[in-house]
């Protein structure tokens, strides 16, 4: 049973009124949802690209929205960094400054403290960090986290969470869930502006009772969403489907579910069906500097092989991106590594691929064909290969019969 959710005395009405998660429409533990916010309506579940200095790496705003992006990440322990929220504030707010006129979810930093992690300290009043560009020294308290995601204006803001790698063992799993917890407390304190709410942040490590223990705690404090968070940093995938299932069963179910740092397709399928709502990961435009593009027949495709220097057919002859309506593989594989727009080419159709499979999904939570939808998608996945065994696992919490 999801535990009762507490509304706080801070919770402003105008916060409440703007913001708003409604269910839409239900397959097994499958949802459809639409998030109302400030700047857009957002269907879910969703894939959330990510900007992290407030720009898509080699794709323009106008471009996400030819894709109906409706809302998209950005960091703000880097923006805090360069070029400073005091700037981005002066220029009128992240949206204005980068030209996007839909919805924006800021990360806390908490992230920072794995990634940069040789360079950080944390205590209970907050993190220190030593900026890897210029040595120079960033205390990011919560107060100061949710100063600097005020300034910059995001619909969502994320609290700071104490974010250990999630491997960890021992009494810091604990220690941290609990400073979490109270860090939320500071970030809720200090977050002011009735446009943005803020999200809190379940953590617990690969231990399914502190999840447990954390989701309580945090539901109570939660207003309009929630995120799942320390997971995608090289744990087991048998843990990793197995915690998300864990929270998804106990958080309150007017509550949208994020799940941080997810963007292999598989795992957004498995995490959606397990009933989370958001995603976000570099994955797409990470991956597309490489020259390797997503596709649904066998997973993923590597453009800089020489098989595709003749291949004049799209990447993905379904895919409706502007890369796949106007260029061929072996246009793309003369260029990546090259020159600049390969890369932008394919980071153009996998973030269109990720938002597609994102609306496959509310598909077939709309018309009631999940288990369809499922076996056809790993069908093409893992074509002429085994469904890993923990993708098998999940399905099979799920109630669904695989085929394939």
Excluded at 251 to 279: E, K, N, Q, T
């Amino acid at each position: 049973m999801a535990p009762n959710v507490a509304t706080s005395s801070t919770t402003s009405e105008a916060e409440t009124s703007e913001m708003k998660f409604d269910v839409i429409g239900r397959v097994g533990l499958a949802r459809h949802g639409r998030l109302r916010l400030p700047h857009s309506v957002v269907e879910t579940p969703v894939f959330m690209p990510v900007g992290t200095q407030g720009t898509m790496k080699g794709v323009l705003p106008e471009q996400l929205i030819d894709m109906d992006c409706r809302i998209l990440l950005c960091n703000t322990y880097h923006l805090g960094h360069r070029p400073g929220h005091e700037r981005v504030r002066a220029a009128g707010g992240l949206h204005k400054m980068m030209n996007w006129p839909r919805s924006i979810l800021t990360d806390s930093g908490g992230f920072q403290m794995v990634s940069l992690s040789k360079l950080m300290t944390v205590d209970e009043n907050g993190v220190n960090f030593e900026s890897p560009h210029t040595g120079e020294m960033m205390a990011l308290p919560p107060e100061k986290s949710i100063e600097i995601q005020q300034a910059l204006g995001a619909d969502i803001m994320m609290q700071l969470d104490h974010v250990i790698h999630v491997l960890t063992t021992g009494d810091i799993v604990e220690e941290a869930m609990h400073r979490s917890i109270r860090w939320l407390d500071r970030c809720t304190k200090a977050h002011t502006r009735t446009d943005q709410t803020l999200f809190p942040i379940v953590q617990g490590g690969l231990n399914l009772d502190l999840r447990k223990k954390c989701v309580e705690e945090m539901a109570k404090r939660a207003k309009v969403g929630i995120a799942i968070g320390g997971l995608s940093g090289g744990e087991e995938k048998s843990s990793f489907w197995r915690v998300v299932a864990t929270c998804c069963a106990v958080l309150p179910p007017h509550l949208p579910r994020y799940v941080m740092g997810v963007g292999f397709p598989v795992d957004l399928v498995i995490c959606s069906l397990l009933g989370a709502d958001m995603f976000d990961c570099v994955y797409p435009t990470r991956t597309a500097r490489f020259g390797t593009a997503l596709v649904r027949r066998g997973g993923l495709m590597q453009l800089n092989q020489n098989r595709y220097k003749t291949d004049f057919e799209p990447i993905d002859d379904r895919c409706t991106c502007h890369t796949c309506r106007t260029y061929t593989r072996a246009y793309i594989h003369g260029v990546i590594g090259k020159e600049t727009v390969g890369c932008h080419l394919v980071s153009v159709h996998n973030i269109q691929h990720q938002l597609d499979l994102m609306r496959d999904v509310r598909r077939a939570i709309d018309e009631e064909k999940v288990g369809e939808f499922l076996n056809s998608f790993l069908g093409e996945q893992f074509s002429g290969g085994e469904v890993p065994q923990w993708v098998r696992d999940a399905v099979g919490h799920m109630g669904y019969k695989l085929v394939v």
